[in-house]
């Protein structure tokens, strides 16, 4: 009997490190659902790297045969096969799905060139605060327009936040998501743990455009691609 209970004392050990084990995969795979791409524009057989630095900083560099700066800027999230983002940081794809963008021709091993933005023509931010029932609570409504400049039409997303609880609730065209995020408490250090976010589906933004997109993330290269079909 004795034996008995220790060989079930046995298994509850290792089922217990076998479930521990399951859990922190769980983490770290949940973590790798997210990253920080930069974006590269596909379209007639030819491959654009977005530069972060401007229409002028790039054309300087070209001129001086210098490979213009780009680097990873936006934080995207992947679930279920699906691309979200937060809405105020559509800017830079709502540019490059509207045409409001530059292409800088520029032959190199591995590019056809540099694409920046041509202003915030598609895309408009902004926020305006509302009293709560209770007295001297207030939200604050944020919303982000993207324009179609030849349809006319715009899409808003919003989303409304609590200025006492710093909660956010979804109100249109976005979600509520939550995600696992690894964060640095100090050198060589970091705790994982779900955080709530307020979200964009990429795949509403490409549909709003009516643009024959197909968007690719490779999180390995930190890239996000937009590729015209």
Request: net charge neutral; glycine share 6%.
């Amino acid at each position: 009997m004795a034996q008995k209970k220790k060989r079930w004392g046995i298994y509850l050990v290792l089922g217990m490190v076998f479930f521990s084990g399951f859990m922190v995969y769980r983490m770290i795979s949940s973590e790798t659902n997210n990253a920080v791409v930069n974006l590269v524009l596909k379209k007639q057989s030819k491959t654009y790297v977005y530069s972060h630095m401007g229409e002028a900083v790039v054309q300087n560099s070209l001129k001086k045969e210098e490979s213009p700066g780009t680097f990873p800027f936006i934080q995207v999230f992947e679930e279920d096969g699906k691309l979200f983002i937060a809405p105020n940081k559509l800017k830079e794809i709502a540019s490059l799905l509207c045409g409001n963008y530059e292409i800088h021709n520029h032959s190199e091993e591995s590019i056809d060139g540099y694409v920046t933005s041509s202003g915030s023509a598609c895309f408009e931010t902004s926020f305006k605060n509302q009293n709560t029932e209770k007295i001297g609570e207030q939200i604050r409504v944020n919303t982000v327009q993207l324009l179609n400049q030849q349809t006319g039409k715009t899409f808003d997303v919003k989303w409304h936040t609590n200025m006492w609880t710093f909660k956010s609730v979804a109100s249109k065209n976005c979600y509520l998501k939550s995600f696992m995020i690894k964060t640095s408490v100090q050198p060589s250090e970091f705790v994982i743990s779900s955080k709530d976010f307020i979200m964009a589906d990429l795949e509403d933004v490409t549909d709003f455009y009516g643009s024959q997109v197909i968007l690719t993330l490779n999180e390995e290269d930190q890239l996000l691609y937009i590729e015209y079909k």
